[in-house]
């Protein structure tokens, strides 16, 4: 087998990967365990980042999106929208992309909405597109990174934080956030 094609199959089997259970939400509850980790981990690695959660209107949780692609990608991930420490909504949030791509990778997201206004705008929305519905400002963080929350002046930030696998990206995409578990 050429390495070419080792490298096709090992892309394809990282895409099935990380949409295996896209097609069905995980229940509610364990989304709110995943989130309540996520939102542990968050705080334990990240200073600053219990000063940005409690400026915050409202927190929508991604505790991990999973991407894959050769050539042609795409990610998913299931999460929760918190306010006032209580989980109100469930969310998908899902992207595809074409172009100079090629790994998997999965990571922690966190968008903050630091305006009441923006919060608002997101929970009435039907389907809600990051770059074309609402502009977010993104910081990618590391363990033991640290939020300047002076700096802190966008309507709604999104934190990245504990990637893991390694993609190598130069595509144009935008994430599609739908809601998910319709009560």
């Given at each position: 087998?050429?390495?070419?094609?080792?490298?096709?199959?090992f892309?394809?089997?990282?895409?099935?990967?990380?949409?295996?259970?896209?097609?069905?939400?995980?229940?509610?509850?364990?989304?709110?365990?995943?989130?309540?980790?996520?939102?542990?981990?968050?705080?334990?690695?990240?200073?600053?980042a219990?000063?940005?959660?409690?400026?915050?209107?409202?927190?929508?949780?991604?505790?991990?999106?999973?991407?894959?692609?050769?050539?042609?990608?795409?990610?998913?991930?299931?999460?929760?929208?918190?306010?006032?420490?209580?989980?109100?909504?469930?969310?998908?949030?899902?992207?595809?992309?074409?172009?100079?791509?090629?790994?998997?990778?999965a990571?922690?997201?966190?968008?903050?909405?630091?305006?009441?206004?923006?919060?608002?705008?997101?929970?009435?929305?039907?389907?809600?597109?990051?770059?074309?519905?609402?502009?977010?400002?993104?910081?990618?963080l590391?363990?033991?990174?640290?939020?300047?929350?002076k700096?802190?002046?966008?309507?709604?930030?999104?934190?990245?934080?504990?990637?893991?696998?390694?993609?190598?990206?130069l595509?144009?995409?935008?994430?599609?956030?739908?809601?998910?578990?319709?009560?």
């Amino acid at each position: 087998m050429t390495a070419t094609m080792k490298g096709f199959l090992f892309a394809l089997a990282a895409c099935l990967f990380a949409f295996a259970g896209s097609a069905d939400a995980a229940s509610k509850s364990k989304i709110d365990r995943r989130v309540d980790k996520a939102l542990a981990e968050f705080r334990d690695q990240i200073g600053g980042a219990d000063a940005v959660l409690s400026r915050a209107a409202g927190v929508l949780v991604f505790p991990s999106i999973k991407k894959a692609g050769i050539g042609i990608g795409g990610e998913y991930g299931e999460g929760a929208l918190r306010i006032g420490g209580r989980t109100v909504a469930y969310y998908s949030s899902a992207a595809a992309s074409i172009g100079f791509q090629l790994g998997a990778q999965a990571r922690r997201q966190i968008i903050v909405f630091l305006d009441q206004k923006a919060l608002e705008k997101f929970r009435a929305s039907d389907g809600w597109d990051i770059g074309v519905d609402a502009s977010v400002a993104v910081v990618t963080l590391d363990a033991g990174g640290q939020i300047d929350t002076k700096e802190l002046n966008q309507p709604i930030v999104a934190f990245i934080f504990d990637g893991k696998g390694l993609m190598y990206n130069l595509a144009l995409e935008g994430s599609k956030i739908s809601r998910i578990h319709e009560d």
